[in-house]
DNA sequence: CAATAAAAAAATGTATGCAAATTTAAATTT
DNA sequence: AAATTTAAATTTGCATACATTTTTTTATTG
């Protein structure tokens, strides 16, 4: 399929938000269109229309004048995404421990499975991939579009704070069982359940990379 | 203040949103660039870049080709609106019961007085305003600033909604009250009742909202 | 007539020019 | 030198031109 809407904007949006993500571009780095135009080789209004469509989806922000800026990640920040996210995953696992169907509770199963078997293998950047991949597909078999919306942005978001923080091994030995518990609700049709794993599983996600705040300064950090 | 970025850009914005949230453009209806251009009195690129924000933000969504259509308002929308909103002010509602202080509580209580005051006159659409003052304060109050980005997005379609929908004053009667209920909630810093609460006061209105689906069709709600 | 093809018209996406705003550098004053 | 003013350079937002794509209209075929 031939992207028709918007080639060249599309195309720089997915190069920049790509450099954004992955730290290429750090927090509170300044964004010129010219540059970027001159150094991609697009011309001023694609770069333009891509860095706006950034600063709606709060991978950039506002500066003095008319700058944009890559948006600092504050712990403030992570604390408020791992509460809202907890919010929007216990909601998607009842509802989706109360509607999932047979063929997609194997979907969730091949996910953990995948998730060991990257555990086992001590391959942990697979093992993060597929992690995003547990929890994007509870949110997707939620059916619900807002719910998606929503979490996409986060992920961005999510992506950048990975690579800011440390991935303590200890805390993904705790980890991978909770998902296996979660599922183990779904299959049950158990939502309360399912909600409160969710829950357990992000309050510990959350503790777990708040308390790297006191372990020493994280580079690209603030507060 | 003046806005001195994007100052057309953001007018026209301004401009296409209103018109959009209080159903001028209707749900479905093509927009195009160049006829808004010259309706206006813009230039194309403004125009384009508001459209891209509009439907990078939901209101609008790509058709075919290359154009733009205000995004229709579908029962399973709504449905998916009043189920995200429930998540996300649950959470709210916790956190501010937990947090919140004595001059906070007092605004709060200020914007319920409002909407008794407003219902006792009978001024519905005053009501309905404070109804949102007192659902946006909670979660400003929070302090989570990704459940205020969520929030704003979801006010634009509410208030589509509102427009699309009866409202039947049946449900206000009781919905009153349940606003009284959360603030008292709140006071007695009692955020799993607060949470409650909330839900409670949601999963009402949801479904009398979506009651309506029976009573006969809508012009512009699809499903 | 309906269906298809060809031609004309309209609209889009991008590059670019330019005036206005902002930033940086230089000059001037304390 | 530090602070302030002035001047130069840079960057932006918007209007517009143009090639390309899409849509509409007209013509042609079965």
């Given amino acids: 399929m031939v992207e028709t809407k918007d080639p060249k904007t599309n195309e720089v949006y997915a190069l920049l938000k790509d450099k954004i993500v992955s730290l290429q571009y750090m927090p509170g780095q300044i964004l010129i269109v010219q540059h970027l135009s001159e150094k991609y080789g697009f011309s001023r209004t694609p770069v333009r229309e891509a860095l706006v469509r950034l600063r709606d989806e709060g991978l950039l922000e506002d ?5 944009f800026r890559v948006k ?3 712990w403030k920040l992570i604390s408020d995404i791992y509460d809202a996210r907890k919010a929007i995953e216990m909601l998607a696992a009842q509802t989706v421990a109360e509607t999932v169907s047979v063929s997609q509770l194997q979907e969730m199963r091949t996910i953990v499975d995948e998730m060991q078997k990257n555990y086992d293998n001590h391959n942990f950047n697979q093992y993060f991939q597929s992690d995003l991949n547990f929890h994007n597909k509870l949110i997707e078999l939620s059916g619900n579009e807002v719910l ?3 979490m996409d942005r986060i992920n961005d978001q999510q992506q950048r704070i990975r690579y800011l923080t440390t991935n303590l091994h200890s805390r993904i030995e705790q ?3 909770e998902h296996y518990h979660i599922v183990e609700k779904l299959e049950q049709r158990d939502g309360k359940g399912a909600m409160e794993m969710v829950s357990q599983h992000l309050t510990l996600a959350r503790a777990d990379i708040l308390s790297q705040r006191e372990n020493g300064s994280f580079f690209g950090i603030q507060d």
Avoid: H
């Fill in 148 to 150: 998606k919306n929503w």
């Fill in 175 to 177: 980890s991978m069982p």
């Fill in 72 to 74: 600092p990640i504050t």
């Fill in 63 to 67: 500066a003095d004048g008319r700058k």
